[in-house]
């Protein structure tokens, strides 16, 4: 496990240098988020994702206990994918719990 780490730790550093030197370069900005996801670092993919990647951006904001802006986020969009679909169930269960949980109380 932490050979794994500091492969995605290497490789988020060496993304990360690519995009000091391209910052408009898409590509480039799509595989620091990726990396940054992998590296389980939500707060720092949410600071450099671009607009285009919704799904990453809302399962960010899912990890980082933002649940209303992930689901609202998902609404928004309205994709047909599965990806978003689960997600988006992900979501609503959360709710659901959270707010049987409520009620018990």
Avoid: G, H, W
Avoid at 42 to 65: H, Q
């Amino acid at each position: 496990r932490i050979i794994i780490f500091f492969f995605f730790l290497f490789f988020s550093f060496l993304f990360f240098l690519v995009l000091q030197e391209a910052n408009d370069d898409k590509e480039a900005r799509e595989c620091l988020v990726i990396s940054y996801i992998k590296l389980d670092r939500y707060e720092d993919a949410l600071k450099v994702i671009p607009e285009s990647m919704v799904f990453e951006k809302a399962y960010c904001l899912y990890r980082t206990n933002k649940t209303q802006a992930a689901l609202d986020l998902l609404l928004k969009e309205k994709s047909d994918e599965k990806k978003f679909q689960y997600l988006e169930a992900q979501l609503v269960r959360f709710y659901f719990s959270f707010f049987l949980k409520k009620k018990v109380e």
